[in-house]
């Protein structure tokens, strides 16, 4: 379905040749010519790094709303439709608000060249300020120092998820470098909470805290442990004992207990510790380790049978997958896959490998991704079963067909574009 506003993002996107130039002149300037919306926004809570934002951004935000506050969210990239960015006190944002704020910034910026993100960045800024909310949880794009949404001068905190290496064409290879890139979010007198690092990568981060007099709160000063039915958060606040948190995946844990650090070691918002378990077992983030078995595709596999999607395309992710693929036994594992063709298909797949009795490779349809027989060539380089497949549910007809009947464990893998394009087609519209 096409609506008014797609058509104007359409435009937007023909502004600059690039759809990345990390720099915030162009960003600064429009701001300012929208009356420096990014002045008045309610206390802001910024979110870096290269795994985990969205994930521990959802924790932050379902703790935030358990305390009955009401809370503006930035994300990206969406899934399905670009609404999903745009979160106006909970809710994603109506189609009549966002064409009348795409409309404006348009007129204003008129023809001065400027990239997609920074102007739908703009966008929402212009939005958060234009409706009330207590707090506004604000995730960066890519990196950070350079990054559009590195335009709040006074955070109420910022937050730096674990750093590994992705958009290397962008941030290089360097983790040290890509981790000081994510650095770049740290305000002079606002707390820094850092997930567990490398060492690398952590003794960088403090480097640039140190240096603009951020106040760190780095893991070790807080920490999270597995329990019998859930797990514990301790900190010098003392210790929680929480549930399982309601995201799938052991490293979910340490992603709760993130967003729970953040919001323990400020002193603006209240939360309580009631409205913590609460968030940690309400939170919602489509397309990370959810299950759509309850879908029509899923429907194309044998009874009993699961069918799972996740948006992680990196290294670290495919290591996280495997981690948590790892603990399961009782059925055989496939894996549907498409990739962006600037990712590292063979790094990601390396860890799940082990654990994987086939794989099905995909092109993700109208993307700039890999072959299916390129990801079918990268998989089997690794001693794995593998074959190319026309589309997602070829491959899951193929796997029902070789199954005989017997319920399998399928996930679909590899790309946020090919997640929002399977949540499209089985009607799982992120709300």
Not at 252 to 259: E, F, K, R, S, T
Not at 267 to 282: E, T
Request: a negative charge; charged letters at 20%.
């Amino acid at each position: 379905m096409t609506r008014p506003s797609d058509q104007v993002l359409e435009r937007l996107f023909r502004l600059h040749p690039k759809k990345i130039d990390l720099s915030l002149d162009r960003m600064t300037a429009l701001l300012d010519r929208l009356g420096n919306p990014e002045r008045r926004l309610p206390p802001v809570i910024h979110v870096a790094g290269t795994n985990g934002k969205g994930s521990t951004t959802a924790y932050l935000r379902a703790i935030l709303e358990a305390q009955g506050l009401r809370v503006h969210v930035y994300s990206s990239p969406h899934l399905v439709r670009f609404a999903e960015r745009i979160r106006l006190a909970g809710k994603i944002i109506d189609e009549d608000i966002l064409y009348r704020h795409l409309v404006e910034c348009e007129e204003i910026n008129g023809s001065t060249p400027i990239t997609y993100f920074e102007i739908t960045t703009a966008i929402a800024l212009k939005a958060f300020a234009d409706h009330p909310a207590d707090v506004l949880l604000l995730e960066v794009g890519l990196g950070g120092r350079l990054d559009a949404t590195n335009v709040i001068d006074q955070p109420l905190s910022t937050v730096i998820t674990p750093v590994s290496v992705d958009h290397e064409q962008f941030l290089g290879s360097d983790l040290a470098g890509i981790a000081r890139e994510k650095a770049g979010i740290a305000k002079t007198g606002a707390p820094l909470v850092l997930a567990r690092q490398t060492p690398v990568a952590q003794e960088a981060i403090l480097a640039c805290a140190d240096q603009v007099g951020a106040p760190t709160i780095a893991y070790g000063a807080w920490t999270v442990s597995a329990t019998d039915d859930g797990f514990l958060y301790r900190d010098d606040y003392g210790a929680l004992a929480l549930p399982l948190p309601s995201l799938k995946g052991p490293h979910q844990i340490h992603n709760a207990g993130l967003a729970i650090a953040c919001l323990r070691h400020q002193n603006r918002l209240p939360v309580s510790d009631a409205a913590i378990r609460s968030g940690v077992m309400s939170a919602r983030w489509p397309a990370r380790l959810q299950n759509i078995t309850d879908s029509a595709f899923g429907h194309l596999l044998p009874e009993g049978s699961e069918l799972w999607l996740d948006g992680g395309h990196n290294p670290a992710a495919g290591q996280i997958l495997a981690d948590h693929f790892a603990q399961l036994h009782d059925l055989p594992l496939y894996l549907i896959c498409g990739m962006m063709a600037n990712k590292d298909a063979a790094g990601f797949l390396a860890p799940l490998c082990p654990h994987v009795t086939a794989l099905y490779g995909v092109t993700v349809v109208g993307e700039d991704s890999h072959a299916a027989e390129d990801i079918t060539a990268f998989a089997q380089g690794l001693s794995l079963a593998a074959e190319p497949s026309t589309t997602p549910q070829q491959a899951l007809q193929h796997i029902a067909g070789h199954s005989k009947g017997h319920a399998v464990r399928v996930l679909i893998c590899g790309s946020l574009y090919l997640a929002g394009q399977i949540l499209d087609q089985n009607d799982l519209l992120p709300d």
